[in-house]
């Protein structure tokens, strides 16, 4: 998956398989709008009226895509069991607004002046207000409270 969003071609993976239905994860390329990529889990029933039902999807600009392929591309061969142990922590900082990693490679916002504090290292689905769209969208996401004032004064500030 990493390889194909790192190189924005679609991909798709089988997730499970149940009687009757199949569920895959997806990556589309320029779907429905150009330049913006979805990832979607989707399941689907068998035989010629199977119905695709979209149980989860998220739709970001592909650079962000790129970007999330490369770094899948870095973290995955660390996972397996015969990985040898970490010796560090990666060079990057959380985003004050969502805790996402902001590595130094990642382009990341600062906001001075326009706040009531500085907010530093904010990551571009914060930035550009995606985050607080997401979470108004999610009804009952528990999210922490400093968090929630950082993206609403994110907002603000932008707006």
């Known amino acids: 998956m990493g390889t194909a969003m790192k190189a924005g071609r679609g991909h798709a993976y089988s997730v499970s398989e149940e009687p009757g239905a199949k569920t895959v994860l997806a990556f589309l390329p320029n779907h429905p709008a150009e330049g913006v990529g979805t990832l979607a889990r989707v399941r689907s029933g068998e035989g ?71 907010l530093a290292g904010l990551c571009r689905l914060c930035a550009d207000g995606s985050t607080l769209r997401s979470l108004r969208h999610a009804d009952g996401v528990p999210v922490d409270p400093e968090h929630f004032v950082v993206l609403e004064t994110v907002a603000v500030a932008m707006a």
């Open 48 to 118: 010629p009226d199977g119905d695709v039902v979209f149980e989860r999807s998220a739709e970001r600009p592909m650079g962000l895509w790129a970007e999330a392929g490369e770094n899948l591309l870095r973290i995955v061969p660390l996972l397996g069991p015969d990985a040898p142990a970490g010796d560090g922590v990666d060079d990057c900082l959380p985003c004050p607004g969502c805790y996402r990693p902001v590595y130094e490679s990642s382009s990341s916002h600062t906001l001075i002046g326009a706040t009531p504090f500085p």
